[in-house]
């Protein structure tokens, strides 16, 4: 278990590998469609991305006692952020995407290029996630998003997940399509008419 | 408190029937509840053995042991698995001289109630404004499965499908020129385990696959749900699809696909496969894919609407 903790630094991440097994302990913003379209079209994020985490996230976060709890944080699927997340990487000097179910080729280059890694958290798994999950820090955008799209500035302590894409040009995604492709053409050689 | 216009008041409907409805209201909230923050065991059983076939250190093991303490997590703090709390959808029989009509509206009453509780996220939206009114209650929402029957108790069964598994579900037109699939079982074998590789990780693998052979396209898919209300150790009484189910399975773990799509052998944990009669000019293969997050449930209820036993 390899752990990646604040400051995410261009060494720190390019020295992960697809593949690898992290815990993150540091802060991340939550961003799905509407934030990502949004600074897409030219405006400017309202907190400094660089060297930054991007979490796919839509949380459940409720007020407690006068303070903002998350009760439910697993990550929401990745590729619909395709179209802009290669663009953010380069212009604000992200260093990680956090989500699920991966992402295509643009990102894999920008990836390489810029020096981010798109780390893969397990899909589902709600409750462990908001256990990591130790504050929210403020909130941006609540009122134009809503909550589940706002961009939430969260504090997590060994948050867990798997590097799929490296700052290297790797994808455990495609490498394992690519396999069970193989693997499928073989079954399907001794399946009988 | 009633403030959707679109749902009637349950007492105002059940008045004027014979069920006691605000009895088989709670029921029905305490069946989302149960639902959507516990895994049946027959599931949780197949994800523990899941765990144990992956090697010690791997990704696989890594990814199986966050799914089963997030199972444990979800069950201790009552609140949903998965914040995806899915399409709603309720197979009922009831006993045929109640009034169908008063326990659809309770259903719908009880999943606006439940949302409101938090056991089911906001998570129906209108197709063509995008709105979403924040009861799951709607056209298609919940989708209710209503049948009567002879006897004098309900069944009740109850699953949430989330979008993420569903959207990797398949639908195959058999002859299949890209797979090389026939009209025959091999056929649909290389139908089912396409499905699997092409879904890869993105339905939130270890999956179960629901198939139908036959049927038009609707009665397809819809019967492939129903197959995933089967228990997970049971056996087909077709002996046919019997071994067609367990062979699928088996190839399907050979993909190395893995759970979440990280590598490993827990691609798939189950197949549950049906056929109907078909037209003679088509053959459909139809294919709903269920994540680890399987949330089905069910109960047998009394007439006045007392939960009796749990069904999983
Ligand atoms: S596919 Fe299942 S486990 Fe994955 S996010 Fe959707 S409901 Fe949750």
């Not at chain 2, 909230?29 to 059983?45: A, F, G």
């Not at chain 2, 906001?122 to 709607?138: A, E, F, M």
């Not at chain 2, 699953?159 to 025959?184: F, H, W």
Request: charged share 25%; with cysteine.
């Amino acid at each position: 278990m390899i752990q990646l903790q604040a400051p995410f630094t261009e060494d720190k991440i390019r020295a992960l590998k697809t593949g690898d097994m992290v815990e993150i302990t540091g802060v991340v913003f939550t961003g799905r469609d509407a934030v990502h379209k949004w600074i897409h079209d030219g405006n400017e994020p309202p907190v400094s991305l660089k060297d930054g985490i991007i979490y796919h996230c839509g949380p459940v976060v409720v007020k407690q006692e006068g303070k903002w709890v998350v009760t439910a944080a697993g990550p929401t699927t990745s590729i619909r952020e395709e179209p802009y997340q290669a663009g953010i990487i380069e212009k604000y000097g992200l260093r990680a995407v956090i989500g699920k179910g991966g992402m295509g080729e643009k990102t894999r280059l920008a990836c390489a290029k810029f020096g981010c890694v798109y780390l893969h958290a397990v899909g589902g798994a709600a409750q462990v996630l908001a256990e990591a999950i130790k504050e929210v820090e403020t909130v941006y955008g609540l009122e134009q998003f809503g909550s589940p799209e706002a961009i939430w500035q969260l504090r997590v302590e060994k948050f867990p997940v798997v590097v799929t894409i490296d700052a290297h040009g790797r994808s455990l995604h495609k490498e394992i399509e690519a396999s069970s492709s193989e693997k499928l053409a073989e079954i399907f050689s001794t399946i009988k008419k | 408190m009633n403030s959707t216009p679109d749902v009637p008041d349950v007492q105002a409907v059940a008045a004027s029937s014979g069920v006691s409805s605000s009895k088989l209201y709670e029921t029905f909230i305490e069946v989302i509840r149960k639902t959507s923050t516990e895994l049946p065991q027959d599931v949780i059983d197949c994800i523990e053995a899941g765990k144990k076939t992956e090697e010690k250190d791997s990704r696989g093991a890594y990814a199986m042991g966050i799914i089963t303490q997030n199972i444990g997590l979800a069950k201790v703090k009552s609140q949903p698995l998965c914040q995806d709390t899915g399409s709603i959808l309720f197979y009922i029989h009831y006993p045929s001289h109640l009034d169908a009509e008063v326990i659809s509206e309770t259903a719908r009453q009880a999943v606006a109630e439940a949302t409101k509780k938090g056991y089911l996220r906001q998570n129906s939206v209108d197709s063509l404004t995008g709105k979403n009114n924040g009861t799951n209650v709607g056209p298609g929402s919940p989708t209710l499965h209503l049948e009567p029957w002879k006897k004098s108790h309900f069944d009740i069964r109850l699953m949430l499908k989330g979008g993420g598994c569903e959207n990797v579900g398949a639908q195959y037109s058999l002859p299949d020129t890209r797979i090389g699939a026939g009209r025959d079982i091999s056929g649909v074998k290389k139908c089912i385990l396409d499905a699997v590789q092409q879904a890869q990780g993105k339905g939130c693998g270890p999956g179960v696959l629901g198939v139908t052979i036959g049927g038009d396209r609707a009665t397809g898919y819809l019967s492939s749900k129903e197959q995933l209300l089967r228990k997970m150790n049971d056996t087909n009484p077709n002996p046919e699809l019997a071994k067609l189910e367990k062979e699928c399975t088996d190839a399907a773990n050979e993909l190395g696909i893995g759970p979440m799509g990280f590598g490993g052998k827990t691609t798939l944990m189950g197949t549950k496969v049906n056929a109907l009669n078909r037209l003679p000019a088509s053959f459909f293969v139809s294919i709903s894919y269920m994540c680890w997050a399987y949330r089905r449930q069910g109960a047998e209820i009394s007439a006045d609407g007392t939960i009796q036993k749990w069904l999983y």
